[in-house]
């Protein structure tokens, strides 16, 4: 038989339903589809968790040693290896009293400029400039916002921006305080904090720098515990417990198109015995389970795009990988299946399927 011949053949019994093309296609698409969004949503669902962790601050350690801390030490912290962000800070005792309230006196921090690009996500050496900065709960009570003048008894500030500090289990230092950038001055702080991605335990030798010789009252901590110390971002990720699901896919499709294959031993060892090469009939026999194989796995692919582009941000793209990578195996085994199957027929049992039909 020629390859014409052969895929003309193909599409003759894929027309007549011989192959149950339609039945197995939609069959595909439910299996592959259903493993897909499994693994789809376990990528998404650990991009999420690694988020609120990172959002809650419970990736930012800290130093507390009062009046023992180096500014540009703590700050050079950034430099080291999975550090984002890294500033001090030190409360001004005097306090800042706005004068919209004056019977109300707020707490004043000087913070080093890298302390605000940890509060606000950006990185670090992006805020230097000169004012004061907010929490957004502080400024919404003040009637602030960035770029405003706000009169005080220390004279008029400028409100240089806001910050995001939610009560979710982080420490309330500065929950509701006027931060005012200085340089990282010689003049020692009291706490450093910096912010370590992926989340790790850190040693105390790397973090000597930050201090000014060896007080006895350092402590070092963490500004959110509520989720735990770390996260195990490979366990999320790479090691999620769904990420063998490829195979498992690969293995049933291949099983179902074996099976398919199977019922018709009685046709394909007909041709067999009617002098069609094994060959030749193991091409047409890729050809009708790929195209079922694949229909399947297309009719699946939108849904399965769908449920990716629900993941958080950075993640929908891993998320989508994973799915293809479900589907793409379970198209791909269909044809190893239905070829397994027909090795196993014999011309020479022919008769012996006559009698089991």
Known sequence: ????????????????GTVGALVLAVATSALLGALAIVDVRAVADGAARAAAFRDAGAGVQTIDAYGAVDAAGCEALAA?????????????????????????????????????????????GTHGGEGAWLPVPLARDLGVEAGDLLPSTRG????AGTY??????????????????????????DTCWFSVWPARPVGDGWLAGALVGEPADARYGQLNTRLGTTIDLDALGAGRSTRHLPWLAAGVVALVAGLAVRRRRTEHASALHAGVRRSALALQTAVETLCWSVAGAVVALPVVLVVAQQAPDGAAWAATVAGLRVLAAGAAAAPLGALAALALTRERHLFRYFKER
């Open 1 to 16: 038989m020629t390859l014409l011949s052969v895929l003309g053949e193909a599409w003759r019994n894929l027309r007549a």
């Open 80 to 124: 080291a290896n999975d550090v984002v962000a890294a500033g001090a800070v030190r409360e001004d005792l005097g306090g800042f009293t706005p004068s919209v309230l004056p019977g109300s006196q707020l707490p004043l921090f000087d913070v080093t400029p890298g302390l605000v690009d940890l509060l606000t996500g950006a990185p670090q």
């Open 156 to 159: 008029t500030v400028t409100v």
């Open 164 to 189: 995001d500090y939610p009560s979710d289990g982080r420490d309330r230092l500065l929950a509701y305080g006027v931060l005012t950038p200085v340089p990282a001055t010689t003049e020692p702080f």
